[in-house]
């Protein structure tokens, strides 16, 4: 770093969870952190889901730099075995970090671009000792622009949702059914929300975590006085197998395994009725206002009244166009990563710690953490990006052998069979290339039909652990 830019703060991209651990990294260095946070408050992603129980604890949710700068406030970390909501995240630990970390937080400021001073991407001369330049607009509309030493982009994934279509592009007529569309698993204790659900029919696009919660969510209400006729049809692109539902008690994160049982108790119970092999290419609207979801196949599925998408999130990276990124083109995450984390090899937990080399791109100086940092993979953890933003504000500072240094074991989730992606053909799962991979064992499950026996098929343990 040359004397023009050591002078200047380091931006960080999003107050939640990785930015606001990166900034007290940096505090804890001495360099001094510039947080911009679009939303209104520190946390607002992580708000946003307020509603939703982590299935990590207490214990696994919190920075230990981060904890080092609450100290001296008097914060008392919450009893590290109990699971938090994302409310209970943003209320106990993240806001009062954004508190003690004062005006470095800028909240109401939206980063709409991020490039070099004075030299757009094509420039090579002088590029590595320009300073960055950082624009956003704040609350009001106006816009300004900041310099950076170097930038850490830990703004998530959460504003940009992939659509229903089977494609990865929106089906046809997604746009237009925007009113019965939701992106989140909906919050069922909103008396407003609750009623949309209500004795409705509700199609839920999707095979990860915030899945399984919505498809439980709509079992309890299906169960409760006023949920009377709730049904949920569960649409999945591939066939049901062993580790469709995680690693149920195999996961080392008991909660997440919990998850999918919950929503396997879902279909058994007649609760939801699975839909398998389904990759939807339209949405169309009936005479009734009510939604028919066309798959690629041509089947056509009975008329439902909502349809919850949750189909993953993916990087916005409109704002760093200028800069010289190394991204893998199938993740779109930093390509020393993405081998480690793609979904195609891996359904398990398998990721290493990993920190500046793996995040570091042709552009020096800039990282992508946190979220943000797994691009379309769908397996990150809190703690995967506390153990990055060490490493990457270690690495600014100049200190490699920090930087390098790993200090930290990932729990496995017992959920292991290659690709979550897809109905690959058996070949393809089989040969080994998976993440020891047991042979798929495809079920395509009648209409409510019972899973007790798919039970079997599930790993006995972390398989990945031999
Ligand atoms: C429902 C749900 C449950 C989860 N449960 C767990 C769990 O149990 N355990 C676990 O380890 N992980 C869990 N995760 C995964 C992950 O730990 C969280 O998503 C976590 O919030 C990611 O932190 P982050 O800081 O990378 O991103 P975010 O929390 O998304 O924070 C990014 C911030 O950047 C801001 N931002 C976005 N764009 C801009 C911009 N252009 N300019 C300025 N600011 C911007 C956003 O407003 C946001 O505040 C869960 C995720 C979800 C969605």
Not at 172 to 181: P, Q
Not at 345 to 368: A, D, I, K, W
Request: charge should be negative; aromatic fraction near 6%; hydrophobic fraction near 40%.
């Amino acid at each position: 770093m040359t004397t023009t830019t050591s002078d200047l703060p380091v931006v960080v991209i999003g107050a939640g969870p990785a930015g606001l651990a990166a900034a007290a990294h940096l505090v804890e260095r001495g360099i001094e952190p510039l947080v911009l946070e679009a939303g209104p408050t520190a946390a607002s992603a992580v708000r946003e889901w307020s509603h939703v129980r982590l299935f990590s604890t207490w214990g696994e949710l919190t920075d230990p730099a981060a904890e080092k700068l609450l100290a001296p406030t008097g914060w008392t970390k919450p009893d590290a075995s109990t699971y938090p909501s994302g409310g209970d995240w943003a209320e106990l630990y993240l806001q009062p970090l954004a508190d003690v970390l004062g005006e470095s937080v800028r909240t109401g400021a939206t980063v709409t671009g991020v490039s070099r001073t004075g030299r757009d991407r094509v420039v090579d001369a002088d590029r590595a000792t320009q300073p960055f330049v950082v624009h956003l607009t704040t609350a009001d509309g106006s816009e300004e622009r900041v310099f950076a030493q170097a930038v850490i982009d830990a703004s998530g994934t959460w504003t940009t949702p992939s659509p229903a279509g089977g494609s990865g592009l929106p089906a046809l007529g997604e746009k237009s059914a925007a009113d019965r569309i939701t992106y989140r698993v909906p919050d069922l204790k909103d008396p407003a929300i609750r009623a949309r659900y209500a004795g409705k029919r509700t199609a839920v696009i999707g095979s990860g975590a915030s899945a399984f919660t919505a498809l439980a969510y709509l079992a309890d209400l299906a169960k409760s006085d006023d949920g009377t006729g709730t049904h949920a049809v569960w649409i999945l692109r591939r066939g049901i197998s062993g580790s469709t539902f995680g690693g149920g008690e195999a996961d080392q994160l008991p909660a997440r395994g919990a998850l999918g049982l919950a929503a396997k108790a879902a279909v058994d119970n007649g609760h939801a009725d699975a839909v398998t092999g389904f990759r939807t290419e339209a949405i169309e609207r009936n005479s009734d206002g009510r939604l028919v979801l066309v798959g690629e196949d041509g089947r056509r599925l009975h008329a439902v009244d909502e349809v919850i998408v949750l189909t993953g999130m993916r990087p916005d990276l409109t704002f760093l166009d200028e800069l010289r990124l190394g991204l893998d083109e199938r993740l779109q995450a930093p390509v020393d990563l993405a081998p480690l984390i793609d979904p195609n090899q891996h359904s398990c937990g398998t990721v290493y710690p990993h920190g500046h080399r793996e995040l570091s791109h042709p552009e020096p100086g800039v990282y992508l953490v946190g979220m943000k940092s797994y691009g379309r993979a769908p397996t990150f953890l809190a703690m995967t990006g506390y153990e990055q933003v060490r490493s990457v504000t270690a690495a600014i500072a100049g200190d490699l052998a920090s930087a390098d240094r790993v200090e930290l074991t990932l729990p496995e989730t017992g959920v292991c069979g290659g690709a979550g992606l897809f109905d690959a053909p058996a070949a393809d799962q089989a040969d080994g290339s998976g993440c020891c991979a047991p042979a798929p064992a495809l079920v395509q499950l009648g209409v409510g039909a019972p899973l007790a026996a798919l039970a079997e098929e599930t790993p006995a343990g972390g398989c990945c652990s031999s």
